[in-house]
């Protein structure tokens, strides 16, 4: 018996903690899970993303739901938060990237990473029940078919592969994913609802496969629990220390001991916590490249609105993404909604003004629209039936941009900031997302014979894009003066503490990167040996000693 706790702290409940949770304990491993947000069941859902408390995460307010939005200088980051992360609210969609992200020159040369991670890739696809193809058609389906088609790009037209159980609508059945094994599922009604959470079953979150399995062989996962410090210990492991999610001052901590420590909090929570126990002391040498080739997926939301609610449309019924085209080779464009009633995030979209000029030409423009059209303008913008009026356009991009992050003081506390990284400035527009938005839109009047608009939003009026792909900060390199952690996801200079999440991914992969993450922990933790056993993975030349 060791004279730790437990053998290993996984931090985070997502893509990365969920695989590192099953992966390590079927190797014989004590984990134990720590999550900030709360654990849902179906019925716990917000019904509508109107019931704030359900849905956002602001806990300092009493909101402990799944929707995170977190603020820096150069962008809106849209994140996950409760058990399972980040798949309790994303859109289910399981893309696998094309060969610019595997080719990228910052981890190219550690491995042939598209062979590579092939297997990892088809146990990820399988855990997390993939259907290739969205099987259902409907208007926006047609819509997004003849946008691609105006567009000239017909032939990168394609169905989405989705992580949801199609049994029969409403029909609730054993396990069909693990042999009876995990919980029983409920066929999809296509409520349109899936980035609310989904109050079916359907949904193929994390708590119905690694996370479940994970603890039906003896993970012990504790939510509402925020990490606040990892120490290294003079001995050789950890101290893990945390405090209940929303409570005030210093009150309600709790440490323990961890021979090892997987740290999976997502990129916001990851690089949070790495850059205050790098600045502490507690983690001394996390190398100085911490917070360099952040990523945001190089990413625009735009989308397009109707006046009025078309009639027998459906614009809100089905799976959040079904479908998407390439607006170029480096430009991906998906349709996304939510489903009837949930409106809220109709609050975000305004006027698509020009992105290449300065802020006073882009306010005027959108003042120009305003009152140059006010009823129009006003139909569009009214939040009443939004999510059945429009399509949102998620534009993802390969393009090698970046942010660096470091620590600032700010009302005594430190927190995250932003400045332009590597390779081109992080756009705060992208003129390939506003050509998507006005074919959608152009085809939408077309679909329905009710006028509709291309839409931006108004973070973007003022110079600041928005993301649901945060990534990078903590990237896999050959040596710590290139990135965080080595080609094992062990954190150079302390190799018994790995980070397996999407702080982890070194480049913008252009589609969603659930996915991807699933597939490199899936590697990470094939490396690691069974308990008890030698480490087959080569030892880390000591540095910054």
């Not at 990284?421 to 085809?443: D, T």
Request: proline share 7%; glycine share 12%.
């Amino acid at each position: 018996m060791s004279g730790f706790d437990e053998d290993v702290v996984v931090i985070g409940s997502g893509f990365g903690g969920a695989v590192a949770a099953l992966r390590l304990v079927e190797k014989g491993y004590r984990v134990r899970v720590y999550e900030a947000g709360r654990r849902f069941e179906d019925e716990d859902f917000a019904k509508t993303n109107w019931n704030i408390r359900r849905y956002l995460w602001a806990p300092a307010f009493g909101c402990f739901g799944v929707q995170r939005i977190h603020r820096l200088p150069h962008v809106m980051i849209l994140a996950g938060a409760g058990v399972g992360g980040g798949s309790l609210n994303y859109a289910n969609t399981l893309y696998q990237p094309g060969a610019p992200f595997f080719d990228d020159p910052q981890w190219a040369g550690i491995a042939p990473w598209q062979a590579e991670l092939a297997p990892h890739y088809a146990t990820a696809k399988r855990m997390l029940g993939v259907v290739e193809h969205y099987p259902h058609t409907g208007p926006v389906e047609r819509i997004m078919a003849g946008a691609a088609e105006d567009l000239g790009v017909a032939k990168t037209f394609r169905r989405a592969p989705v992580g949801v159980y199609f049994g029969a609508p409403g029909e609730t059945v054993p396990d069909p994913f693990f042999g009876g094994e995990g919980p029983a599922r409920t066929g999809c009604t296509l409520c349109g609802n899936c980035m609310v959470g989904c109050r079916v079953g359907a949904k193929n979150t994390l708590m119905k496969n690694y996370l479940a399995l994970a603890e039906r062989r003896g993970a012990v996962i504790e939510a509402l629990r925020t990490v606040v410090e990892v120490r290294e210990l003079a001995g050789g492991g950890f101290s893990v220390t945390t405090r209940r999610s929303g409570a005030w001052g210093r009150g309600r901590r709790r440490t323990i001991t961890a021979e090892r420590v997987v740290l999976a909090a997502g990129t916001w929570g990851s690089q949070q916590l790495l850059h205050r126990m790098k600045a502490s002391g507690a983690l001394p040498r996390i190398p100085d490249a911490l917070g360099r080739l952040t990523r945001t997926n190089s990413e625009a939301l735009d989308g397009a609105v109707s006046t009025a609610v078309p009639e027998e449309a459906g614009f809100a019924h089905g799976v959040a993404i079904t479908t998407s085209f390439h607006v170029d080779e480096r430009t991906h464009v998906e349709n996304v909604r939510y489903g009837p009633g949930s409106n809220l995030m109709g609050a975000l979209a305004t006027v698509l003004v020009p992105g290449d000029v300065p802020l006073h030409r882009r306010l005027g423009a959108l003042l120009g629209a305003v009152l140059g059209h006010p009823i129009r303008q006003f139909r569009l913008g009214t939040l009443r039936r939004w999510s059945e009026r429009g399509i949102i356009a998620l534009v993802m991009q390969t393009a090698d941009n970046s942010l660096t992050l470091s620590l600032r003081r700010r009302f005594g506390r430190d927190v995250l900031t932003s400045a332009q990284g590597h390779g081109a400035p992080n756009p705060s527009h992208l003129p390939e997302a506003h050509r998507a938005a006005e074919a959608i839109a152009a085809r939408m009047t077309q679909e329905t014979g009710v006028p509709a608009s291309a839409r931006g939003s108004w973070p973007e009026v003022f110079g600041i894009p928005l993301t649901a792909h945060f990534l990078g900060g903590a990237v896999l390199s050959e040596a710590p003066e290139h990135g965080v952690v080595d080609p094992y996801h062990r954190v150079w200079g302390h190799p018994g503490l790995s980070v397996v999440d999407g702080s982890a991914v070194p480049a913008n992969p252009g589609v969603n990167p659930s996915l991807t993450i699933t597939a490199l922990a899936e590697r990470a933790m094939s490396y690691w040996p069974r308990r008890g056993e030698a480490d087959p993975r080569p030892a880390q030349v000591p540095h910054g000693r």
